[in-house]
Each structure stands twice: as structure tokens, then as C-alpha cells.
């Protein structure tokens, strides 16, 4: 199996930076993508191909991935942007792996 | 928009088989280059993807749930569908079916989730 390894919580007061990061072995030679997931709804893409923001997505939501890590960086965090985020990548055996999850709180 | 509609029971038996649909709308299952997706999470969990089905019936399986897991398509009736046997109580979860993408880029064959149903959740329990 793959793993994508991420923090549990991570806390941000409003309009702080907040950033989130992901191990995984098939980084940076796979994309990372990252998905947003507010409670009771369906996870949103907000990160495709390591950095790039999908149509609707504000610009305070940024990443990049350096060797193992991907990281992404939410500046001037929302008290909308509390949520649980996962990263997602597939591994060169084509396993679909979602990361472990970090719950944010912006307090 | 395209939008995606689970439905099915919400309460299995331990032991029986768990049978759910995604009917699409606003768009067409049968298109290239996208795979039609289960994913699954339990309560208080993380999402753990089930497996993904072609418009053909190409199909592929998480490892772990491959023995237990069947997904097909209908193109008359523009729905993929998902069984799952052999329930536990650790199958317990939100199924939401969701649009794949998937492509060749530099990194190789590269995909992800796209468009998401809002989720049914199952219960397994006597």
C-alpha cells in the first residue's frame, strides 16, 4: 500500500498563514492534489497538479511540493476556511491514496 | 452542472450485500478519458477510495476490498453501481460516488475526483 502521512490538526487565528503538509513517497515524481472537506459535505478539489487552483477557488489557497513533502498554504485564513483537508496522489503501482487528514481551526 | 446522486439502502444486515447506484446528470457516463468512482468514510475517518469503473467496464479495485467489491455501468440509464459483500460493522460509512479524471501528463498517468454526489450513509447492523 501507499501512504500519504499528514498532521492531525493544524490551528490558525484569523488572517494568519496556516500550512498543511503531506509525506509521501511518490512526490514530487506524482502530483499532489488537495481536497477541502467542511462538516456534513462532499470534499472539494482545491489544489490539482501540485499547485494550480480550479475555477472558484480563492487565491489564499496555495501549494508546492519540495522532494517527499507537499504543502499547502492557506494566507489570510477564513473562519470559512475551517474544514478537514486531505492530500490525494497515486503511486506508480496506481494505487488511489488519500492522505490521513488535517483538521484546521481557525480561531 | 454535472451532478452525481447516490441512493440505496440505508441499513444492511451484517454478513449481506450492500447494492448502491449513482445516477449522473448533466453530463454523459459514456465519455472518454473519466472513470466513474467509489469512495468511501467511515465515522470520524478518513476517505478511502473503493474502486472505479470505465464507461466500457474496465474496471479497478482498491487491494483491500477487491475480493468483496463489484462496480458496473449502464449507459441506458446513464448510473454506475457499486456492490459490496460480506458486510461488517467496519463497513459502516458515507459512499459517495464520485468523477475521476484521468490523464497522461509528465509524472504519467495521473488522476483525481472532480465532481462528487453529496454522500448516502450505510449502516451495518443487525
Known amino acids: 500500500s501507499y501512504d500519504l502521512t499528514q498532521p492531525p490538526s493544524v490551528s490558525v487565528s484569523p488572517g494568519q498563514t496556516a500550512r498543511i503538509t503531506c509525506s509521501g513517497d511518490?512526490?514530487?515524481?506524482?502530483?499532489a492534489f488537495w481536497y477541502q472537506q467542511k462538516s456534513g459535505q462532499a470534499p472539494v478539489l482545491v489544489i490539482y497538479?501540485?499547485?494550480k487552483r480550479p475555477s472558484g477557488i480563492p487565491e489564499r489557497f496555495s501549494a508546492s511540493t519540495s522532494g517527499a513533502l507537499a504543502t499547502l498554504t492557506i494566507s489570510g485564513a477564513q473562519v470559512e476556511d475551517e474544514a478537514d483537508y486531505y492530500c490525494?496522489?497515486?503511486?506508480?503501482?496506481?494505487?488511489?491514496?488519500f492522505g490521513t487528514g488535517t483538521k484546521v481551526t481557525v480561531l | 452542472q454535472l451532478q452525481l446522486q447516490e441512493s440505496g439502502p440505508g441499513l444492511v444486515k451484517p454478513s449481506e450485500t450492500l447494492s448502491l447506484t449513482c445516477t449522473v446528470s448533466?453530463?454523459?457516463?459514456?465519455?472518454?478519458?473519466?472513470?466513474w468512482a467509489w469512495i468511501r468514510q467511515s465515522p470520524g475517518e478518513g476517505l478511502e477510495w473503493i474502486g472505479s469503473v470505465y464507461y466500457i467496464g474496465t474496471t479497478y479495485y482498491n487491494p483491500s476490498l477487491k475480493s468483496r467489491v463489484t462496480l458496473s455501468v449502464d449507459t441506458s440509464k446513464n448510473q454506475f453501481s457499486m456492490d459490496l459483500t460480506s458486510l461488517t460493522a467496519a463497513d459502516t460509512a458515507v459512499y459517495y460516488c464520485?468523477?475521476?479524471?484521468?490523464?497522461?501528463?509528465?509524472?504519467?498517468?495521473?488522476?483525481?475526483?472532480?465532481?462528487w454526489g453529496r454522500g448516502t450513509l450505510v449502516t451495518v447492523s443487525s
Open positions: 511518490a512526490f514530487p515524481k506524482k502530483y
Open positions: 490525494y496522489s497515486t503511486d506508480s503501482s496506481g494505487n488511489h491514496t
Open positions: 464520485a468523477r475521476e479524471r484521468e490523464y497522461y501528463d509528465i509524472t504519467g498517468y495521473e488522476n483525481y475526483f472532480d465532481f
Open positions: 448533466g453530463g454523459s457516463v459514456s465519455i472518454t478519458s473519466y472513470y
Open positions: 497538479e501540485d499547485n
